[in-house]
Structure formats: structure tokens, C-alpha cells
């Protein structure tokens, strides 16, 4: 299952709505077209650029989920992990955004994002491929495994800080609801159907062609990207001021907003705590219930198709209880859901597995939309990339600790007891937006409303 407050797009071996005046579009409905410019109204998917976007991102995140099972399945079946290594594992993954994430917005506010994606895409392929190379020349170790995951994962953050960043760029100011909602829509289809065929390929083929089509989709991303016909104006580089200035410059502004501070307080804590039990949770299935690798693959691909409704109904629930009360809402429903898998011990596993999923990762994606698109509407263009950086930096680096936290625990108190403790820790993360003023928020801020910051 899914970490408790992830951020949206990719997932560790792994893990912030908003809306304009009036109600915000649907994920279904269709807006102004921009590439026209006339006033017929059509949906995003007739815009060439996004649709590239679109595809691409779907290959990848397809190829991800497939991975996502497929790599610790490897490291617990065929290399005997203990806890602590697979906790060592989660941590590597995600190691990335605390070690590079600050500096990755700058360097990415300077560069073209679309060629800085195409890059991280076509290395992070050419490092996977080396796993199955391994595994089929008898050589395959822990080692090998943990490095491909450390720089995979220091891959990512540049892959991703750009992505979050480049969709403003793609598309008009009014379509970044309705694109982050598609682009959720689409993930969350990709993962549903991939972790129950990465179970079945497990299975019938074995883990090598899994991890192959995880590089695959990370391919086929690079391909559409490249299809993009726009073509970013980076500011030229004598015209900025210093790396550190704009590091300092991005972190300022998501710590000085009072209601930033309280989503990156929340999600920050509900990563560390889904993080820590997340590590352990493939290792529990597999040992503590005897599930078999199919069975986990139907029950994150049930769990996905939860993500699918929350994409569609997430702008419903904002219009409907407003911006501010619908984040808060999914919060807590994340959290409490997130309680389903150590339950899932002492009630009818399969079921309460499934269930659980469902509902908590719909309310995290709805979550997500909801607190990325408001991030990407309140910050200055100019700025987007080491906002993005910043905010992922304080929410993301949080994960390796509850990951390395999660494996030392789980070697010393046990692995059940350790899901426990981190589902209870998860409660915490409710505290910074349920104690402050997003009850109120009918509408959230934007960068015209400083006085609402």
C-alpha cells in the first residue's frame, strides 16, 4: 500500500488545490484552446504538447509500478534481505531529495526542464538495465542493488523537481487544475494495472523482464518528451545571481508562507511515518501473512484504482466543501486508513488490504492535487523550480529517515509492532493543518493575494 501523505508523482521504493475564484474545471471538462487561441472550449487532451506529456508520463509511471514490486521482491526472495536491509533499501531510494534535493531546484530554474527529464529518463533506464544484466550473469549482489537504487533515486529528484515545475510552462494558468488531474488520472490507472501485472510476471516470467520493462517505461517517456514541440528561454546564466542565493531564495519563500509551512509540516511528518512502516510492508506480506507475490500485486492494483477516484472527484470535493476543508479532510482520511495494514494481521488480511488501499489512496491523491496545483498556482514562475525543490526537499527527506528508522526497529521490536507504531505516528501529521486557519479557506491564495500569505 501507499505511503500515508506522499507527495504525488513518482513513489519511493519509495514519497502538496486549488481553484480559481469561480468553481475549478473537471478533470473532464473542457477549457479555452490555448494552442488556438480561439474561443472554442476542448479539453487538454487536444493540446500536442500535454498529450506528449501525458503519454509519456503514463509509460513511465507504468513501468514504475512494475518496478516498485519487482525490486523488492528481488532483494527479499533472491538476496535473503533482513529487515534492516530492506529499510537500508527504502532509505537509499529516497536519499536523493535530502542530499540534492535544495540545489536540484536551482540548477533546474537554469536549464531547460524538458532536456533536464529526457537525461534523468534515459540514465535512470541504462541503470535499471543493469540489473537484470546481473541477475542472468549470476552476479546480481546487495551491493549492486542498494547503488542502482541510491542513484536511481538521486535521478529522480531532478526528474521530478523539473516535471512539477514544467507543467505551468505547458499549459495556461486556468488549465493546471484539470492538467494535474489528469496527470493523477493516468498515474493512478498506470498503477493499478501494474503492480498486479508485475505480481503475474513475477510469477509465470521472473523478476529480470519486470525490472527491464520498469526501464522501458522510463524509454518510452524519454521518446514523448521529446516530441514536445515547446521550447523553454532559461534566463541566461551571467543575468542570475549565485546557486546558494537561489537555494536560499526558494527555501525562504515556502517557509515565510504561513500556509505552505503548514502542508509541508504535514506531509513532511505523515512521509516519515508511512515511510517507516512502508519499508517493511512488502517484507511483511511476503513472511508475516504468506502472500504470494500475485496476491500482493492484485492488492496494490486495487489499492491504485482508489487513486483513480480520488483524481476525479477531487476537484468535486473542493467545489463542494471548499480548497481549504478538502485538504484537511484528506489528510486525516489518509492517515487514519494508513491503520488498514497492520490491522490486516488480525483481520482478514486480503480484504482489509484491499479495502484499506482503496479508500486511503484516494484520499492521498485528492490530497495531492489539491496541495500541488495550489503550490504551482501560488508561486512566480520564475521561482517554480526552487519552490518545488524546497517544498520536496523538507517533505521528501523525511522519508529515508522513517525508512531507516522503520528497519531498525523492525529488526529489534519486530516488523508487526513497527506497522503499528508508525500508523500511530502518522496521527501527528493531522495536527499542523487541522490547528490552523484551511477550515475557513473556501478559496486558497495565489501569488496576486500576498496579503493571504
Known amino acids: 500500500m501507499p505511503p500515508s501523505i506522499p507527495e504525488d ?23 479555452t484552446d490555448s494552442e488556438t487561441g480561439g474561443l472554442r472550449r476542448r479539453s487538454l487532451m487536444h493540446h500536442h504538447d500535454f498529450r506528449q506529456l501525458w503519454i509519456g508520463d503514463t509509460g513511465s509511471q507504468l513501468g514504475a509500478a512494475l518496478g516498485s514490486l519487482a525490486v523488492p521482491y528481488l532483494a527479499v526472495t533472491a538476496l535473503k534481505a ?38 534523468a529518463d534515459l540514465a535512470r ?26 542513484l536511481v533515486g538521486m535521478l529522480t529528484v531532478f526528474f521530478d523537481v523539473s516535471y512539477q515545475s514544467y507543467l505551468p510552462f505547458l499549459v495556461p494558468d ?31 516470467i521472473g523478476p529480470p523482464v519486470v525490472v527491464l520493462a520498469n526501464a ?10 521529446h516530441r514536445i514541440r515547446h521550447r523553454e528561454t532559461p534566463a541566461p546564466t551571467a543575468a542570475r545571481p549565485p546557486l546558494f542565493t537561489e537555494i536560499g531564495e ?28 512502508g519499508a517493511l510492508l512488502v517484507l511483511f506480506m511476503l513472511r508475516d501473512l504468506h502472500l504470494s507475490p500475485l496476491i500482493i500485486g492484485i492488492i496494490d492494483s486495487s489499492a491504485a484504482v482508489g487513486g483513480l477516484v480520488g483524481a476525479l472527484l477531487a476537484t468535486a470535493l473542493a467545489r463542494r466543501v471548499g480548497e481549504g476543508p478538502s485538504i484537511v479532510l484528506t489528510a486525516v482520511a489518509t492517515v487514519l486508513f494508513a491503520f488498514c495494514n497492520p490491522l490486516s494481521a488480525v483481520l482478514a488480511p486480503v480484504p482489509t488490504l484491499i479495502i484499506g488501499g482503496v479508500l486511503l489512496t484516494a484520499a492521498m491523491v485528492a490530497y495531492n492535487i489539491a496541495t500541488v496545483s495550489f503550490r504551482q498556482r501560488l508561486c512566480p514562475p520564475d521561482l ?28 529489534h521490536i519486530g516488523v508487526l509492532p513497527t506497522l503499528w507504531l508508525f500508523a ?15 477550515w475557513r479557506l473556501k478559496r486558497l491564495p495565489d501569488h496576486d493575494d500576498p496579503g493571504q500569505g
Open 216 to 225: 522501458g517505461g522510463y524509454l518510452l517517456s524519454a521518446v514523448f518528451l
Open 250 to 277: 526558494g527555501l525562504r519563500f515556502v517557509i515565510r508562507h504561513k500556509i505552505l509551512r503548514r502542508l509541508i509540516a504535514c506531509t513532511g511528518l505523515g512521509n516519515f511515518a508511512s515511510s517507516g512502516g
Open 174 to 204: 486556468q488549465q493546471v487544475v484539470e492538467g494535474n488531474a489528469k496527470l493523477q488520472a493516468s498515474q493512478s490507472v498506470s498503477q493499478s494495472a501494474g503492480p498486479a501485472l508485475g505480481g503475474l510476471l513475477l510469477k509465470v
Open 384 to 411: 517554480l523550480g526552487r519552490m518545488n525543490a524546497s517544498a520536496r526537499f523538507l517533505v521528501w527527506g523525511t522519508i529515508p529517515l522513517g525508512a531507516m528508522a522503520g528497519g531498525l526497529l523492525g529488526t
Open 82 to 119: 533482513t529487515p534492516f536491509q530492506m529499510g537500508l533499501l527504502s532509505t537509499l531510494s529516497g536519499l536523493g531529495f535530502l542530499v540534492i534535493g535544495l540545489p536540484a531546484g536551482a540548477i533546474v530554474d537554469r536549464r531547460s526542464k524538458r532536456r533536464v527529464m529526457i537525461s
Open 9 to 31: 508523482p513518482p513513489r519511493l521504493i519509495d514519497p502538496v488545490s486549488a481553484a480559481t475564484t469561480h468553481a475549478p474545471p473537471s478533470p473532464l471538462t473542457t477549457v
Open 125 to 150: 533506464a541504462a541503470l535499471l538495465a543493469t540489473l537484470p544484466a546481473a541477475w542472468w550473469l549470476g552476479v546480481l549482489s546487495l551491493a549492486q542493488l542498494l547503488a542502482v537504487a541510491t
Open 424 to 438: 500511530g505516528l502518522g496521527l501527528l501529521s493531522i495536527l499542523p493543518v487541522a490547528s490552523g486557519t484551511l
